[in-house]
């Protein structure tokens, strides 16, 4: 439970400085979505130690390009349709997912 509030909390951090920087007209989309990629990187450590990294990609290299590709893109879109989202416009949404959390 406390990883998914961890997430939450940094798709909200997201979307606000997102807002920040359309506010400054910056458009960067990709690059804001950097640290994510770099914190994933992380998880290939453990299988590039053991040795297993590399025939793990060499027999489906196809579709972890696929894979990847898929999500670089949703990435792209989701980071660009916060820049034209509002949220601080929408606290009772908010509120009203904390009353359906809760009960």
Same mark, same amino acid.
């Given at each position: 439970m406390l990883l998914g509030q961890f997430l939450s909390l940094l798709l909200t951090a +997201?979307?606000? *400085?997102?807002?920040?920087?359309?506010g400054? $007209?910056? $458009?960067?989309?990709? +690059?804001?979505s950097f640290l994510n990629y770099?914190?994933?990187s992380f998880y290939s450590i453990p299988l590039i130690v053991r040795g297993s990294f590399l025939t793990?990609?060499?027999?489906?290299?196809?579709f972890y390009l696929l894979l990847a590709l898929v999500d670089v893109e949703? $990435? *792209?879109l989701v980071v660009k349709a916060y820049q034209y989202t509002d949220i601080t416009r929408y606290p009772h949404v908010l509120a009203s997912s904390m009353v359906?959390?809760?009960s």
């Open positions: +997201t979307g606000v *400085f997102s807002q920040l920087l359309a400054l $007209n910056v $458009n960067a989309p990709t +690059t804001q770099l914190l994933l793990i990609v060499r027999e489906r290299w196809m949703a $990435n *792209f359906i959390y809760l």
